[in-house]
């Protein structure tokens, strides 16, 4: 074999790896290297914000409220029936953008975010991963499509609030801009002077990628289960784990 054929040989394992779906502890690792800033989605990668205090329930509780104040006719059945909070805040938002009903409705669910942060359960390995990631010299912030106000009151609990602060880029009263759109994520890296490139955004649902992909960020996927997993992969996720803990390992390397 000469020294050439050699070489594409290993151009072409060098190929393999960074496209194959079988090598993601590589590409997992790679992610991690070149991350200096390291962006947060909230629900889910830090925390089960309504682990114990159903999404679901407080969906409900907003539908209901609009029904009580006869505004039922603001929500389609299917709208009604999604079941997630910020999927019929958007609804309504689009009908009415930037009244005072949004307003008092995204007031409602902040409410109902603050009291969820007492029964949150913190995913396993995110605190020690967000320690160690600081202590080795990134950044870190939050980019969510929480309020910001529960983000700040979940890590002072548990003693990370120095870790981020004071980078939290959550809901604002703009509901147009919750993600997919990835005006939270370019607010974080225009506060933190970091090119997308050299950032790493976390997070485990679909208008989390879309977010990053638009604003030029690599993803890497967090799902706690399978459905997670398959809904990340089917919108074009490349590196999904299934826990926090080879990413703590990594970054510890
Ligand atoms: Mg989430």
Redesign the pocket.
Known sequence: MTSETKQTDAVTAEKRNETGTDDEPNALRRLIEDARVVLW?????VCRLFAGHSAERVANDLASWLESRGLHGLLTDTERESLDPHFLLRAVDRRHPGSDLVAELEERLTQEELRATASAMPTPYADPLIRTWTAVGSRLAVT?NNSPRVVREYLASRGLGACFAPHIYGRTQELSLLKPDPHCVNRALNAMGAAPATALLI???PT?LLAAQAAGVPFLGYARNERKGKLLRDAGATVVVDSLEPVLRSVRH
């Open positions: 989605d909230f629900d889910g990668p969510t997070g485990d649902a989390d």
